[in-house]
């Protein structure tokens, strides 16, 4: 600790001696100048104080090893000096170019990690528009994947909030339109309960198309029932499930489902609004009608019991 004070008021100096012969040093323990807990604010105070060229061939260093840069990236105090790296290199475009393109390869295994996806993050913010588009490309392309990890669809989902620009729509359809699978995923119906979050009519149209046909699938399964649950919670998908209900003839199997039970319960609840009235009513007639059937065919059964004895 009074080391690392003692060289970051070394280079603080603006002696160019110092930072000369700093560089080799760094040069040399570069990721464990980076992940170190003390090493780390050497790195930054050191980065600040290169002139291009240095900052050039540091860049040059970290980005060309990938192996070592993601360890680094992941680490808790590493992806704090890469985030440093990141700011310090934002004016500089082709440096930039170099970071970024790195991020892009590693994208994937940054987003699985809470350091690693908070180095994402960064890049994510306003000063970095226009110049991340590298990041945009990388999560259009493992969006998906990320959506159905652990720790990858939390991090997905902190994405999702702080996407800017033309991309954020290309992303948010692209979960939109597999929202039938991810629904169904442990994790992956995060995702898509996330997006329904937005309250964008555009996304829940495209949700609500997606999903058509499979509303009941999704009611006998714990993951795609807090979905369903969820979307009944939005007018204009509202009609498309009560529907997909009441033309099923599974639907007594769904009411009695230890998670069907809750998507009929939150359907008619959400159907005794004024103007779903009939809607309602319908729901709770077709309901009647099988538990009626149902009552017949038990006591038919009770009676041929009775006679074969």
Known sequence: EEGSQYL???????????????????????????????????????????????????????????????LASVDKFGSSSVKKLIKVVAQSPPLLYHVMSALKRLFKFLMMTKPGSSVILKCLEPSYNHKNDFIYQAALEHCLYLACHEQGCINLNNFIDNMKGSRRKQILHLISVNAASLSRHRSGNYVVQHVLNLEDP????????????????????????????????????????????????????????????????????ETMRQDRLSVHQRLVTKLQQHLAALRVMKYGSNKEIQKKK
């Open 8 to 70: 970051q008021e070394k280079l603080s100096s603006g002696d160019s001696r110092i930072l000369d012969k700093l560089f080799w040093v760094v040069s040399g323990f570069t990721f464990e100048l980076m992940s170190g807990q003390y090493g780390r604010f050497v790195f930054g105070k050191f980065i600040e104080s290169c002139n291009e060229s240095q900052l050039a061939l540091i860049i040059l260093k970290i980005t060309f090893q990938d192996q070592l840069f993601l």
């Open 202 to 269: 555009f996304l829940i149209d495209a949700i609500c198309f997606a999903l058509r046909g499979h509303y009941v699938d999704l009611s006998l399964t714990k993951c795609g029932s807090f979905v369903v649950q969820k979307f009944l919670k939005y007018q204009n998908a509202v009609h498309y499930i009560v529907e997909e209900l009441l033309n099923s003839d599974q639907i007594l199997q769904v009411a009695s489902d230890k998670y069907g039970n809750y998507v009929i319960q939150t359907a008619l609840v």
